[in-house]
């Protein structure tokens, strides 16, 4: 006799969820629909959408709508995943608030309660039930539903409790609970859940490393009740499997100082104690060019290079988009290698304008970014011969040759612009001034405008 497929029954609000290993069939009162034929609730663009499970058979009789889809048999029920670790949960909590199927599927009404859901961890979620306007659905917002899915996924409380009365759910929640609720976007609470994450992991590794000491704490007992006179091979035995256990203690030990010290260097760092950041990161090991990288983002530039020099171009260029030029001007290099110390004071000498020193610059090219800066602002200056040499450095640089292409139009109509004044002029020179007032006055007005005009092609240079 072949092995049946064992059947597993969920519920959610229009009906009842029956799963095997690989299909999946909604069963559902034929009262709660409104469709005239049976293409009015099948024929829908969603059916084959690769965020959802493949319906593949929809049935109904007098008295039931059945909707049958195909599952892989390595998804799993996300109410199910109640008995996942923490670090799983925030996870999928997190793919399905940066998927947004709620907002990519507007003209539709798709579940998030989670039996209707399937999951893989660490971040593959599958949606199954999807109404149109013939098929039941709920009038909740979807801030509302996304926040409901969310703290039913992290809390294990049910999904129609935390829709329904979210104030009773924030009464037994902790302050992560109430915190989700209080997110004013979907945008939000995915912000939230992602600076949580820390916090999150910290509470998981706590409650191990409770658990593996009071596991530890057990099997020290049971080790003393067997007295020390006990069998030598039994109490070996034993004293392995509590060193064992120990290790475990341990590492977890371990790792719940390095989250605590993680998250004293975040907070140090968010309220602007900058240098108190860096030395906790330091104790971590963790990684300083992400440190750094964040520094240049709030506008510490010397403190990001002194942490970590390869964070200088980062530097550069938020320094640039920042139009804070001075503030590369002001950088020191006492901290930074010789290499980085080169870069740094070619950049010094593109910003001062120094035509010796830029040519120098020129000579020694070795950084395409620096080139980049170079070729600017010479075509800047008005010097699109010198900007073509460096683009002859860096032949395949888009970037480069833009500045040259828009240097050489300016170049043109500059030299146009001044030719026309050279022509007036000319002309104004060979007028008698008393009998040709009017045209020397047209003549004069018109070089105002042309010098204008070349004045503010210097101005867009810059």
């Known amino acids: 006799m072949g092995k049946q497929s064992q059947f597993r029954v969920y519920n959610f609000e229009f009906g009842t969820i029956k799963e095997t290993n690989d299909t999946v069939k909604f069963e559902m009162d034929r009262n709660q629909f409104t469709h005239d034929k049976i293409a009015d609730i099948s024929n829908t663009q969603l059916a084959n959408s690769e965020e959802f499970l493949s319906l593949v058979d929809v049935k109904e009789s007098d008295t ?16 199910k995943i109640k008995s996942e670790a923490y670090p799983v949960k925030i996870s999928i909590a997190q793919e399905i608030l940066e998927q947004d199927i709620l907002g990519k599927y507007t003209d539709y009404y798709v579940s998030l309660n989670p039996a209707t859901m399937y999951y893989h961890p660490m971040q593959t979620v599958r949606y199954t039930y999807f109404a149109n306007r013939f098929m039941p659905k709920d009038q909740y917002t979807s801030l509302e539903r996304y926040k409901a899915c969310v703290v039913s996924l992290l809390s294990g409380i049910s999904y129609e409790k935390c829709l329904v009365s979210p104030e009773e759910v924030k009464q037994e929640g902790n302050e992560l609970i109430k915190e989700i609720y209080n997110q004013p976007t979907r945008a939000d609470l995915l912000r939230f859940i992602k600076d949580s994450e820390d ?18 704490n057990k099997y020290l007992a049971i080790i003393a009740t067997l007295g020390l006179v006990a069998i030598g091979g039994i109490i070996f035995t034993q004293v392995n499997a509590s060193s064992s256990q120990m290790e475990i203690v341990e590492s977890y030990e371990q790792q719940l100082t ?3 010290t993680l998250m004293k260097a975040k907070e140090a760092f968010a309220n602007g104690n900058y240098e108190e950041a860096i030395q906790l990161y330091k104790q971590i090991d963790y990684d300083l060019a992400d440190v750094s990288e964040e520094l240049a983002k709030q506008g510490q530039y010397q403190l990001a290079i002194d942490t970590e020099e390869s964070s200088l171009e980062t530097v550069i260029q938020q320094a640039y988009e920042a139009d804070n030029l001075q503030a590369i001007s002001d950088l020191n290099s006492d901290k930074l290698t010789e290499e980085a110390k080169g870069k740094l004071t070619d950049e010094q000498t593109i910003i001062s304008e120094d035509q010796s020193g830029m040519e120098n610059v020129l000579n020694f090219l070795n950084d395409k970014n620096t080139a980049e800066r170079l070729a600017l602002k010479y075509v800047e200056l008005g010097n699109v011969d010198k900007a073509k040499q460096v683009q002859e450095k860096y032949p395949e640089n888009t970037v480069i040759a833009e500045a040259v292409i828009q240097g050489e139009e300016a170049d043109k109509k500059r030299k146009d612009l001044q030719q026309e004044i050279d022509d007036l002029n000319k002309e104004k020179d060979g007028l008698n001034e008393e009998d040709n007032t009017d045209r020397i006055d047209e003549i004069n007005k018109r070089i105002d405008e042309l010098n204008k005009q070349i004045d503010e092609l210097v101005n867009e240079g810059e």
């Open 64 to 79: 039931q709508v059945i909707f049958q889809f195909n599952k892989s048999a390595k998804l799993t029920n996300l109410a």
């Open 199 to 216: 916090y999150i992991t910290y509470d998981y590794i706590s409650n191990n490393n409770e658990r593996e000491r009071k596991n530890r």
């Open 258 to 260: 390095e989250k605590d």
